[in-house]
């Protein structure tokens, strides 16, 4: 079946380095493939997605490429902040029309701590 | 702008005992599904449902039932509560399944079984 591994953490980083946080996928097809992240005692919200090979997903500087070739799906920041603490989610959605395109496939997350 | 909502936020229950757990969508989406989330394990889907009178079962469907009465309530019973069902329970939902603009999340219930 579909799975997705991300790297393990806890990942700590220095206010201002580079994020990097691995993802990578098994499914059939072409997937659509997303970012979740969980601030400490709340739900989880979509942080970015890309829906086909070599669509790049963007949002509040964090990016990740819909690489086919390697099924990866990598998370990627510029200058983290203390603010982007939280526990970081790659997931995948089947393609096509069945019951797994209705249904997310989570890695088991990795937790960010940004110190200042 | 209400979003998807879940009640309680906080349970304890002992072994044995039954409860529903509530979560409501005012966003006339079509898909709903609850997950479970337990530390090292991701989140696991429990139950889902595509429409109003619609249900099937996801990864980890033992020990809990659900019904789809409405567009917007998709409540998770949990008929015999077990510690091993101790966890933080989301429920989210979609206009459009997950692959189009991914699915919203509730805030979610911890739900502790002693």
């Known amino acids: 079946g579909d799975s997705v591994t991300q790297m393990e953490g806890p990942v700590t980083l220095s206010e201002e380095a580079f994020l990097t946080i691995n993802c990578t996928y098994t499914?059939?097809?072409?997937?659509?493939l997303f970012w979740y992240v969980q601030y400490p005692g709340e739900g989880l919200q979509l942080l970015l997605k890309a829906t086909k090979a070599d669509d790049k997903g963007s949002n509040k500087g964090f990016e990740a490429t819909y690489r086919k070739e390697t099924t990866s799906f990598h998370l990627e920041k510029g200058s983290v902040q203390v603010s982007d603490s939280a526990v970081y989610f790659c997931?995948?959605?089947?393609?096509?029309?069945?019951?797994?395109?209705?249904?997310?496939?989570f890695g088991k997350g990795t937790k960010l701590s940004v110190i200042p | 702008n209400a979003g998807v909502t879940q009640t309680p936020k906080f349970q304890v229950l002992k072994t044995g005992q039954s409860m529903t757990l509530q979560c409501a969508q005012d966003m006339n989406h079509e898909y709903m599904s609850w997950y479970r989330q337990d530390p090292g394990m991701g989140l696991r889907l429990i139950h889902y449902s595509v429409g109003a009178g619609i249900t099937d079962q996801g990864e980890v469907p033992n020990g809990y039932n659900v019904s789809r009465s409405t567009t917007e309530d998709f409540p998770l019973r949990l008929l015999s509560a077990a510690p091993s069902q101790t966890s933080v329970y989301f429920c989210?939902?979609?206009?459009?399944?997950?692959?189009?603009?991914?699915?919203?999340f509730g805030s979610g219930t911890r739900l502790t079984v002693v």
């Open positions: 997931a995948l959605s089947a393609s096509g029309s069945g019951a797994g395109s209705y249904q997310l496939t």
């Open positions: 499914a059939t097809g072409y997937p659509s």
């Open positions: 989210a939902s979609s206009s459009s399944g997950a692959g189009n603009y991914g699915y919203t």
